[in-house]
């Protein structure tokens, strides 16, 4: 049930077997080692090992390692560091330094006396590594923080065109397919989006939705951490980076609260609720330490202190597509709120009613049917089996253009006009322009009633600026192999 390995085992049980204590794996390992050894030097298998083995707080590889606890690449590390980070590999969670750190540090001075006993290092070397300071900080990594929407539909995306019959019919010849293929072949994606369309796209979006949540006065805090936990919840913001967010917001722990200073902790660093922004909510904001709430970072005081303004997690979505339409590239896709609370693409999975967003497809439609902009349809009410649509602001405006009711949004001659048409004939044109799923045949879908997707919605648009072309929405203008084969 217990044993050692040789470095040349683990790489084979790590990279070709399973862990599975069978008699069976272990004489598998052995023969495999064997021929491992008699093919590679230990240079090359050593590299192969520290490439692939778990250092730790989601770290597989020692560059990997490096940035998570070091913010640095492997070749920068002192001798301290990377004794620390050779000492992890053997028990990864209970040698953590941002969780255990006199362990770590403990276990880091047995690999560097380890060293110095082998005549690897001398004793003023030993004694600089022992005495340096180690600080703990995690490399930013803006992977899946900025543009993480766009990343993930691009990802499903490939993975379901990358199916065996697709690959096959163009004549690619490898085996992989799905996301072993996305993965493992070394793949070079060009996507279409424009990188500060998505930024501004996915910071107006967290303005819109925070600012109609602070109308509604303060919700509370994220959630509440018993002060003896503070520690092990600040090592966690800085180890996750939800402590240091590239948007500028940032999950802090409320330390204090004296005199009307709010202290926050901020994974290594701390900072001090701005006292205006706690007036931006509507009622009174009431904190107590250990709430873990949401700020946004906007500077130092005079102290050295972060001022954080305090925001709130609104209890809204909201999901942005931006076209262009000449081309179809999707310059910019956001789907929610925060990325990392919930995947769900709210911009290309989401069906919700559009509502008066749909009625130019009506008007469309009408003008194929002889109608012009000059029609006149009666704002008047109307019964149609029961059913009485009104206009949002309840009021009628008698006789009226085409041109007229659409800039007005008037529901009643929309109905009016698609039980002239047909519904028939407004679905057929909702299909013309690329909405695809099933329509209801009834008169309320001229309203908007039926769920379509923003991506979808925004591609029937298209055609308005196109004489009536709609264009296909692209995330992906080119997919290159290893090679830069296309």
Request: glycine content about 8%; overall charge negative; aromatic content about 8%.
């Amino acid at each position: 049930v217990q044993g050692g390995s040789t470095i040349t085992q683990q790489v084979v049980k790590q990279l070709l077997l399973n862990p599975e204590k069978r008699f069976e794996r272990k004489v598998r390992e052995a023969i495999l080692a064997y021929r491992l050894e008699k093919n590679l030097s230990k240079d090359d298998i050593l590299t192969i090992y520290l490439n692939q083995v778990f250092f730790g707080a989601g770290a597989y590889g020692v560059e990997a390692a490096a940035r998570v606890y070091f913010a640095k690449h492997a070749v920068e590390l002192s001798l301290a560091e990377a004794a620390l980070l050779a000492a992890l590999p053997k028990a990864p969670a209970a040698y953590n330094p941002y969780l255990n750190p006199e362990a770590a540090k403990e276990r880091q001075e047995l690999v560097l006396t380890s060293m110095l006993d082998l005549g690897w290092i001398d004793q003023d070397s030993f004694d600089q590594a022992v005495s340096q300071e180690l600080v703990y900080h995690s490399m930013d990594d803006p992977s899946w923080t900025f543009g993480a929407w766009y990343l993930e539909e691009i990802r499903r995306m490939l993975i379901a065109e990358f199916s065996p019959e697709n690959l096959a019919q163009a004549d690619w010849n490898n085996d992989k397919y799905g996301e072993d293929a996305l993965y493992d072949l070394g793949l070079t994606i060009i996507t279409c989006m424009e990188t500060h369309h998505q930024l501004e796209a996915e910071q107006a979006m967290v303005r819109g939705l925070e600012s109609l949540t602070a109308s509604k006065g303060y919700q509370g805090p994220m959630s509440h951490i018993p002060e003896q936990e503070f520690d092990a919840f600040l090592a966690s913001l800085e180890q996750s980076g939800l402590g240091r967010r590239p948007d500028g917001r940032s999950q802090a722990l409320v330390l204090s609260v004296e005199k009307g200073i709010v202290r926050v902790g901020l994974g290594l660093d701390e900072g001090v609720l701005d006292g205006e922004s706690l007036e931006g909510f509507a009622g009174e904001v009431a904190l107590s330490p250990g709430d873990v709430v949401l700020v946004s970072q906007k500077g130092f005081n005079h102290a050295g202190d972060i001022i954080c303004e305090l925001q709130q997690a609104p209890d809204l979505q909201g999901a942005l597509v931006s076209m262009e339409v000449e081309t179809g590239d999707v310059v910019a896709l956001v789907g929610g709120y925060d990325f990392g609370a919930s995947q769900f693409n709210r911009a290309t999975q989401a069906s919700r009613q559009p509502g008066s967003a749909f009625k130019p497809i009506v008007f469309s439609a009408a003008l194929d049917q002889g109608y012009t902009p000059a029609s006149v349809i009666s704002d008047s009410p109307i019964d149609v089996g029961g059913w009485r649509p009104k206009n949002y602001d309840g009021s009628y405006a008698g006789p009226m253009t085409l041109r007229t009711a659409l800039v007005r949004s008037r529901n009643v001659v929309t109905v009016r006009l698609a039980r002239n048409l047909g519904i028939d004939s407004v679905i057929r044109r909702a299909g013309e322009l690329g909405l695809r799923q099933e329509f209801p045949r009834v008169l309320p879908v001229c309203l908007g009633a039926t769920g379509v997707t923003p991506l979808a919605l925004s591609q029937a648009y298209t055609a308005f600026a196109r004489d009536g072309a709609y264009v296909v929405p692209r995330f992906v203008s080119k997919v290159l192999d290893h090679e830069g084969n296309m």
